[in-house]
């Protein structure tokens, strides 16, 4: 089991940036794959970013590319979601999730973390 704290999250107008920060613990050399997803209010939770262990394979939602970069430093056992131009439809809980595999998909991630809020004001 890998255990995820994220942090990072905040209040921010449309156009600015944060930098979302997720921290992992535990068996982290059997899941690997890092992933973040969001859930708005009444809406069902989507895939944002991914990252393979290396940093060598990086998967985007449609509606976040050229805006976010995930990346990782495996020394810190830590995963980043740095997000640009920011946008009111961004405003979600953003949630970190590890799994063996890097995809888009939510079903193959075996730990999550509690969530971090993002709210873009316009």
């Known amino acids: 089991q890998v255990q995820l704290v994220e942090s990072g999250g905040g209040l921010v107008q449309a156009g600015g940036s944060l930098r979302l920060s997720c921290a992992a613990s535990g068996r982290t050399f059997v899941s690997r794959a890092r992933g973040w997803f969001r859930q708005a209010p009444g809406k069902e939770r989507e895939f944002v970013a991914a990252?393979?262990?290396?940093?060598?394979?990086?998967y985007y939602a449609d509606s976040v590319k050229g805006r976010f970069t995930i990346s990782r430093d495996n020394a810190k056992n830590t995963v980043y979601l740095q997000m640009n131009s920011l946008k009111p439809e961004d405003t979600a809980v953003y949630y970190c999730?590890?799994?063996?595999?890097?995809?888009?998909?939510?079903?193959?991630?075996?730990?999550w973390g509690q969530g971090t809020q993002v709210t873009v004001s316009s």
């Open positions: 999730a590890a799994g063996p595999m890097t995809t888009a998909q939510a079903l193959p991630y075996t730990d």
């Open positions: 990252i393979s262990w290396s940093g060598g394979s990086t």
